[in-house]
């Protein structure tokens, strides 16, 4: 009798102990659940030098920024709060902010709104070498777009049993090129579809980004607002205001350096695929699978307006790629940086409001994408 009881109560145990990591799980990893934003919106350094104000820090009165040597573990940034704006030129394209930064009191909600206008969009072209990729006009190509700021050509590609799609893109204004959040809304469990994401913000082209709502490390910044900046091991890709996109060891980012150089977006994934002086990498601190043959999602850096990304199909009649061989890709394809973004399943292309790749176990939902998008208006 004593036995069965035992064994009841081992059972029970058991059962309480499922249920609770069931609810965990639940609570931190499937529902969804809005997260608190550091929420400051980082200003247009070239906006402000055009304007002759000061391009420093540009952090608001009485803001406060701790662990001034490095990157932030819990979020103490005191900056503009409440639901901000962050858009192109015209103030189409953007993305609304959404969640819980800490407001001044002592400003008023029109101080902030006038702070918001101050830094979105671009308004400084970036460099005219590349003229003659856009037109007067928007012109559209079953595989390709231009108009007066974006030119981008899709082409689907083989290399041996591995199929990839190529996004080569030109943007004038770098505000073209956005990140959107599922439902909006910056947090955990928030998930749709890249498909309904570009549909939503009237997306060009669209692939997905680095699902920074799967884990709470790493830096977050999004369409120029900080929404995290977490300690991570991760490398860490930025893209600036002047066009310019840097890839760095999580150790070496600095939230101060991302607000005085300009940051506009921000990843964390990785890990980085090409060395500080664009060369080939062939060795990866990461387990053989992940280091093996699979689908993924990349973007890559030619110079300043002149970007690709890349999205690679595996798992069925494509192969997939190992990370030596998209860091070789990267580097014949003349890229000064590249950086790896989620993949497997989560690794899709969506062009002309069409899913154009062959995802993975049908592709998944993802908390980001990555967008090229108009700012302007164009007949």
Not at 276 to 282: A, E, K, P, Q, R
């Amino acid at each position: 009798m004593k036995k069965h009881t035992l064994i009841r109560n081992i059972l029970i145990d058991l059962l309480i102990t499922g249920v609770a990591l069931v609810v965990f799980a639940l609570f931190h990893h499937v529902l969804p659940r809005q997260q608190q934003s550091l929420g400051f919106v980082i200003p247009n350094p070239l906006r402000q030098e055009e304007s002759g104000s000061n391009s420093g820090l540009a952090l608001p009165e009485n803001a406060v920024l701790i662990a001034s040597a490095g990157i932030n573990d819990s979020a103490p940034l005191l900056a503009r709060g409440g639901k901000q704006q962050s858009s192109g030129r015209n103030g189409k394209g953007g993305m609304n902010t959404k969640g819980g930064s800490a407001l001044n009191g002592s400003e008023s909600e029109a101080e902030a709104e006038a702070a918001e206008d101050e830094t979105a969009g671009s308004a400084v072209t970036l460099s005219e070498k590349f003229a003659g990729k856009y037109t007067e006009s928007v012109v559209v190509t079953e595989n390709s777009y231009s108009s007066p700021d974006i030119s981008i050509t899709v082409t689907e590609n083989s290399l041996g049993r591995t199929t990839y799609y190529l996004a080569d893109i030109y943007v004038r204004d770098i505000t073209c090129f956005q990140s959107a959040l599922a439902r909006d809304t910056y947090g955990s469990g928030f998930r749709d579809s890249i498909e309904n994401m570009a549909l939503l913000n009237n997306a060009l082209l669209a692939v997905n980004g680095d699902y920074y709502g799967n884990t709470g490390e790493g830096v977050v910044i999004r369409n120029g607002v900080i929404y995290r900046a977490n300690r991570t091991d991760c490398d860490v890709c930025v893209l600036y205001y002047d066009g310019t996109m840097r890839v760095m060891p999580g150790s070496s980012f600095s939230v101060e350096d991302a607000i005085a150089q300009g940051a506009w977006q921000a990843w964390t994934f990785g890990p980085a695929l090409l060395d500080l002086d664009g060369s080939v990498l062939t060795s990866f601190s990461s387990t053989s699978r992940i280091i093996s043959a699979n689908p993924r999602t990349a973007i890559g850096y030619y110079e300043p307006g002149h970007y690709c990304l890349i999205v690679v199909d595996g798992r069925g009649d494509s192969a997939g790629i190992s990370l030596p061989d998209l860091s070789q890709l990267f580097y014949d394809l003349g890229c000064q940086a590249a950086y790896n973004l989620d993949g497997g399943n989560s690794s899709i292309m969506v062009w002309n409001n069409q899913v154009i790749n062959e995802p993975s176990g049908g592709g998944r939902e993802s908390s980001d994408a990555l967008l090229i998008a108009e700012v302007e208006s164009y007949e």
